[in-house]
């Protein structure tokens, strides 16, 4: 069986790696003959420093959809079209936004060095924090902040993008059209009914729509009313719950 987890609040927890415990969960895991995936929100690039070596072949979705790797290649992006990318760019100015944007590789970052999301991008400088203009392609734009975050997301809403916001949090996740983690398992031949899947956050909503079974971390109301049970967001319950699964 396919297992899809996210990471960031799911296996892991406060931007640190996974754990040992939840390491050997899930190589024993892997013994028992499933095929683990990762979805995340982060790109590929800060997917790597917060697994173990041994996993940096897996399947990975990376950028809510954007990123796809296996084997430890990046074999698909999807970046926003020129004119799309060129609003976003006038909102960030219009709203003073700080804010961290991705290419397939190198990013741009305007946040505050304290921000809690700097401390996971690019910890062990695979990449380079770029000025925007050097940015090839603008694959993810996240704001971290704005001077009118409610307005400013209102008027992203009006494009032809998918947007994110993260809780209670002024953070706001943005990807091109037809990009979520659903689309990219499409990719690497995931079907419908054929996965089993865990998640903690909105960006999850489209892979748990088309698993065969799927465990909520945490509390969610949305993701709580599709997934087909709910664990605490505690480590120790999400690895009880992966070992009950591993005999599926």
Not at 15 to 37: C, R, T, W, Y
Not at 114 to 128: F, T
Not at 182 to 189: C, D, F, N, S, Y
Request: proline share 3%; glycine share 6%.
């Amino acid at each position: 069986m396919k297992f899809v987890f996210d990471l960031d609040g799911t296996i892991c927890f406060k931007g640190n790696p996974l754990s040992k415990a939840m390491v050997q969960a899930l190589d024993d895991f892997e013994k028992k003959g499933h095929e683990i995936i990762f979805a995340s929100a982060r790109p590929i690039r800060d997917l790597l420093p917060i697994l173990p070596v041994h996993m940096h072949h897996y399947s990975m979705i990376g950028g809510n959809g954007a990123f796809v790797a296996v084997g430890g290649d990046i074999i698909s992006t999807i970046h926003f079209d020129q004119e799309i990318a060129e609003t976003i760019l006038h909102l960030i100015k219009k709203y003073e936004a700080q804010y961290l944007i991705d290419s397939k590789w190198d990013y741009a970052f305007t946040g505050s060095i304290e921000h809690p999301i700097r401390r996971n991008v690019d910890p062990e400088q695979r990449a380079k924090n770029v000025a925007l203009e050097e940015l090839n392609e603008i694959v993810k734009v996240v704001i971290l902040q704005s001077r009118n975050s409610q307005q400013m997301l209102e008027e992203l809403q009006k494009l032809s993008i998918v947007t994110y916001k993260h809780g209670q949090e002024e953070i706001i996740d943005i990807s091109p059209i037809g990009v979520d983690k659903w689309a990219g398992l499409q990719k690497i031949g995931v079907v419908p009914q054929q996965f089993i899947a865990f998640g903690n956050d909105a960006n999850d909503v489209s892979m748990f729509k088309h698993a065969q079974h799927s465990v909520c971390v945490g509390e969610h109301a949305e993701l709580t009313q599709l997934a087909t049970e709910k664990v605490s967001s505690e480590e120790e319950h999400v690895i009880n719950k992966i070992m009950e699964l591993m005999e599926l």
